[in-house]
Each structure stands twice: as C-alpha cells, then as structure tokens.
C-alpha cells in the first residue's frame, strides 16, 4: 500500500509564498529519489524539481532561486519551498518518488496564484 499525499496548496497573491509537503509511506523512503511536477490547464506537465535519494537537487530554469526542494527522511517527507509566485505558476502540483524501475505518484494539490 504504496501512498504519497500532497499538502500545502491555496491561494496566494503574486509575490507571496507558500510550502508544499509530501508524505511517503508504504516504501524505503531513504532509497528513492523524489521529485514535483506541475501541470497547468492545457499545457504539458513539467518538472519542477527534484532530489536524489543523496541530497542532489535538480531545478527547472524558471524555478531557479523562488523554489527549494528538500526532504526529511526521518518524516518520509518532501517539501516544496516556494517564494515569489507568479500567476504563471499557478497548476496542479503532483508528488513523485522513483527507485530503479519502480515509480510512484501523488494525487497532485492545487496551486492559484491571484491577486
């Protein structure tokens, strides 16, 4: 019974902030890498972020310096740090966690960036 839920996700005006968490169970969470995706309507879903089960961080261009990924294997939880919003990043959020050939995702949370 493999889980991953999303949390954190609201409405927020253009500048502002918000953390997305993601909570892991029914794996080895300290053996998978973990990531987020986004999807906005009528585009592609993209890589926002990601961190290797050793630490390494991966970002998307956009993302670079408004958004820090982390993860705290004692919790079996990823987070989303995300600064500076913009109303173009506003999508659907989905928790990713992969190992070898396995691959897990979340049901995604809402993100609205609005003034």
């Known amino acids: 019974q493999v889980r991953l839920v999303e949390s954190g996700g609201g409405l927020v005006q253009p500048g502002g902030s918000l953390r997305l968490s993601c909570a892991a169970s029914?794996?080895?969470?300290?053996?998978?890498?973990m990531g987020w995706y986004r999807q906005a309507p009528g585009s592609q879903r993209e890589l926002v972020a990601a961190i290797t089960s050793g630490g390494i961080t991966n970002y998307a261009d956009s993302m670079k310096g408004r958004f820090t990924i982390s993860r705290d294997n004692a919790k079996n939880t990823v987070y989303l740090q995300m600064n500076s919003l913009k109303p173009e990043d506003a999508a659907v959020y989905y928790c990713?966690?992969?190992?070898?050939?396995?691959?897990?995702w979340g049901q995604g949370t809402q993100v609205t960036v609005s003034s």
């Open positions: 029914g794996i080895i969470f300290r053996f998978y890498a």
């Open positions: 990713t966690a992969n190992f070898r050939e396995l691959e897990y």
